[in-house]
């Protein structure tokens, strides 16, 4: 059974950063991908990173490009979402996803496991 656990989320300023972690038990794909996405109240769940768990390979979304940087640690089963320069439009449910091939241009109804998610706030 797979599990993926979200932590790190919270309350910044614009400008400022935070990392978020998921921890995902029972995952073993090593052909498949980790992904972050998030949901702001009122829009669609969004694609922001994905990492193919083989080649470490990663996607992002425009919106993210350039401030957030996703990575995994296989050791320990993890994979990060380190976002910097993070402005209000940012503030949503960041979840934690996976499935078990690639990361199928971020679409959220093609990912089989998910998280409870952790909230973002960034504030003006």
């Known amino acids: 059974q797979v599990q993926l656990v979200e932590s790190g989320g919270g309350s910044v300023q614009t400008g400022g950063s935070l990392r978020l972690s998921c921890a995902a038990s029972?995952?073993?794909?090593?052909?498949?991908?980790m992904a972050w996405f998030r949901q702001a109240p009122g829009k669609e769940r969004e694609g922001v990173a994905g990492?193919?768990?083989?080649?470490?390979?990663?996607v992002y979304a425009d919106s993210v490009r350039g401030r957030f940087t996703i990575s995994r640690d296989n050791a320990k089963n993890t994979v990060y979402l380190q976002m910097n320069s993070l402005k209000p439009e940012d503030t949503a449910m960041y979840y934690c996803a996976a499935r078990e091939s690639g990361c199928r241009a971020l679409r959220a109804e093609a990912y089989t496991y998910w998280g409870q998610g952790t909230q973002v706030t960034v504030s003006s």
């Open positions: 990492i193919y768990t083989g080649s470490g390979n990663s």
């Open positions: 029972g995952y073993t794909y090593s052909s498949g991908c």
